[in-house]
């Protein structure tokens, strides 16, 4: 563990006050564990360590149910989250820390037949993949023996749908309405089969987008591909909101899995439900944000612009992450201390019905030519209803939000999310049916 | 690579890594499901099968062909609808220090409790003269025979697949590769008019 040792100080210096004896020997422990545990005793280690990672000391950390997949002892690489259900994984998952969204593009007169099989083949892969399996005629399968929480998600475009089953399209299964704010390219923009890969390791999401791009070759071309990111696997306590590179404590409100709410708002309720049982939608918003013109703003304004306090996220009526925005408070000279014009005073809706689930993930590319930075947020919206969720949102902000000053959308899909399928089945049977 | 022959064929109880990796709860039930149209008596299961997609000519199908009885069992043939004929191939190095592919005298032999791993650059079912394109994501149907006399009957999925190009060591036209990758070029003949 000599490797580790001075890491271990770099990162968690000795706390003045701290002269507990058994400290050092606990921190090991966790650090060892953080490292090589993904398992029950691992995590147990973990939930110790609550002081020696930053993030929500009040969540407890509980992780999440498919994190405990690896044995004890073992890398968390080994973890695996299952494929075959009635619900596709990768929604209700807890976000792994890389997620690549590929869109393809089926090709011309493609027959109805053959998108039963690529979606056959596909499937396929994806099983034995997020189980750590190679897939068949796997050229580099040792790569797919660490699935780190490797899933795969797939979302069908309107292309693909009318193809089938036009009948079984929903009617939001279009582009969304053009909003002013838009400047979409088609390189970030439309497309008939979402892949969403994600893992913990971005070695192990590279593997299976080729193995599924391999498969997928004499059917459908590659339209486009976002490649995003998060905190690394251990770096945050499970739980914690991600940040943006706006730095911002990005979806504090979000309904996360374990939060009320969420099952109706991603999985729909009888009132309204999703376009078939246990399917629902993807919305994909590729905002493109301005450092550059960002760095001009000083803390206030950066805090005035959200509504919330860019150091811990708190609404600048309260004092924690999670306290409730109250519009009603005024500043000393009479003005809203959460400005009307606030991105989160803008998004949250009066209809309780508007609401989504965010699972997004940031991107640092290469700056264009003269520029410093190509950062941006991949923004993947999951709800029931794209029409009765996401859209009326989506207009607020686009006639209203301070943040659109340093933000712009450039790319846009919406795509009809499939139920999950049992083994011999394949991910879009329905369709067929 | 003859260190890998002995490996794949004679060595089976130390099988690679690589082979194991592909022995998963789910391709167990997989197998069972491929095998179930033949007699448990025969006992040989076919798992991870695939069969590498071409337009004409011929095509290569690989798996791992597993023997959980107690006695050795030698596949000596096999069959496909697709095809008009189908061999049983081993690749060797030839003369040249190329790898070649030739007709595995004698059949497989697969040993008791072991498995007989199928693979491009490996043992191989040759599938000659097809009658048909075989295209990715199709459920081709294969029988292998047996020194027994039973038949162990499966399918393997197509896929595009760019490797399996080693050429013949003992057949006329000695250049033909496993079917080209090149869709839409209809120039491969069939092996039987080359």
Known sequence: MTREAPQEDHDNPPQPGTSDPAKPRRRGLARRHLILGGGAAGLGALAGAATLLPGRASDGGAPPSDMAAGQAGEPHGTGTVPFFGARQAGIDTDAQAHGNFVALELRPELPRERVGALLRLLTDDAARLTQGLGALADTEAELAASPARLTVTFGFGPGLVDLVDPAQRPPWLMPLPAFGIDRLRPEFSGGDLLLQICSDDPLTVAHAQRMLLKDARSFATVKWVQQGFRRAYGTERPGTTMRNLFGQVDGTSNPVPSSEGHEEVVWGAGSHPAWVENGTSLVIRRIEMNLDTWDELDRSGRDASVGRRMDNGAPLTGTDEFDEPDFQVLNTVGFPAIEDFSHMRRARPEDPSQRIFRRAYNYDGAPAAGQISGSGLIFASYQSDVARQFTPIQQRLDELDMLNQWTVPIGSAVFAIPPGCEEGGFIGEHLFA | ?194
């Open chain 2, 1 to 194: 690579m003859n260190r890998k022959i002995r490996t794949t064929f004679i060595s089976l109880a130390a099988a690679t890594a690589l082979a194991l990796a592909g022995c998963g709860a789910y391709d167990e039930g997989r197998a069972a499901d491929q095998a179930s149209s033949s007699d448990a008596a025969t006992a040989l299961v076919a798992n991870e099968t695939w069969v590498k997609a071409v337009d004409s000519g011929m095509t290569g199908a690989f798996g791992t062909i597993k023997n959980p009885t107690s006695q050795d069992i030698t596949v000596t043939g096999a069959s496909s609808p697709v095809s008009k004929t189908a061999e049983l191939h081993e690749t060797v190095m030839g003369t040249d220090g190329s790898m070649k592919m030739q007709a595995k005298q004698g059949g497989f032999t697969v040993p008791a409790h072991g498995e007989l791993v199928l693979e491009p650059g490996a043992g191989h079912i040759m599938l000659m003269g097809l009658t048909k394109p075989v295209v990715a994501g199709e459920e081709i149907a294969l029988e292998l025979e047996m020194d027994n006399g039973r038949t162990l009957s499966f399918t393997a999925q197509a896929k595009d697949f760019s490797g399996a190009n080693e050429s013949y060591a003992d057949i006329d036209g000695a250049d033909m590769d496993h079917g080209s990758m090149d869709h839409g070029t209809e120039s491969d003949a069939p092996a039987e008019h080359k």
